[in-house]
T-cell receptor, first 115, second 115 residues
Framework: AQTVTQSQPEMSVQEAETVTLSCTYD???????LFWYKQPPSRQMILVIR??????QNATENRFSVNFQKAAKSFSLKISDSQLGDAAMYFC????????????FGKGTSLLVTP | DTGVSQNPRHKITKRGQNVTFRCDPI?????LYWYRQTLGQGPEFLTY????????KSRLLSDRFSAERPKGSFSTLEIQRTEQGDSAMYLC?????????????FGPGTRLLVL
């Protein structure tokens, strides 16, 4: 079974600081992608960043970067220079190739950004 | 490109009534997914379509649920004889459907409350 685990239900960070959200997953596949999605309060889910498993280099999108450790099946999200607008639920997701690549989501981490 | 749209955004109904939700995917996206998200949880996969064909249904999709995607464009999700346990956010997502591991784009969701 492909499972996704986010062990931090809530995290807090001060503006301009850096925070890391954790995610681990389980799979027997060798080629796959991983995703981080952001869901602001009462707003729709949007993609933050995606990582290709066969790429050694960690993905980066502006202030967002990942630390992908394939052997450890770990996929953490680092947010640098945190902004108030980063406050949201963050979901780690793994596509299930047996279900048309439907996403298996973790339970999410609620990020609070304080001034 | 106007993104994925869902209607209605909110629905309140009484137990036992039938409800229908609509999803309009991004134009020319061949894959369409339905997810259900309960409070404090990550979205859970319900079903997906490749064009007009419904190719996978999760065990969460009981006999009271039915989904269609006529002509491979918009999709509808109907819940018959609603129960209080059906109260949730119903999310729709689409992807191009041209290959594997594609990014899914989510709609704003339909929040259902069953009284």
């Amino acid at each position: 079974a492909q499972t996704v685990t986010q062990s931090q239900p809530e995290m807090s960070v001060q503006e301009a600081e850096t925070v890391t959200l954790s995610c681990t997953y389980d799979t027997s596949e060798s080629d796959y992608y991983l995703f981080w999605y952001k869901q602001p309060p009462s707003r729709q889910m949007i993609l933050v960043i995606r990582q290709e498993a066969y790429k050694q280099q960690n993905a980066t999108e502006n202030r967002f970067s990942v630390n992908f450790q394939k052997a450890a099946k770990s996929f953490s999200l680092k947010i640098s220079d945190s902004q108030l607008g980063d406050a949201a639920m963050y979901f780690c997701a793994y596509p299930n190739s047996n279900s048309g690549y439907a996403l298996n989501f973790g339970k999410g981490t609620s990020l609070l950004v304080t001034p | 490109d106007t993104g994925v749209s869902q209607n209605p955004r909110h629905k309140i109904t009484k137990r036992g009534q039938n409800v229908t939700f609509r999803c309009d995917p991004i134009s020319e996206h061949n894959r369409l997914y339905w997810y259900r998200q309960t409070l404090g949880q990550g979205p859970e996969f319900l079903t997906y379509f490749q064009n007009e064909a419904q190719l996978e249904k999760s065990r969460l999709l009981s006999d009271r649920f039915s989904a269609e995607r006529p002509k491979g464009s918009f999709s509808t999700l109907e819940i018959q004889r609603t129960e209080q346990g059906d109260s949730a956010m119903y999310l729709c997502a689409s992807s191009p459907g041209q290959g594997a591991w594609e990014t899914q784009y989510f709609g704003p969701g339909t929040r259902l409350l069953v009284l």
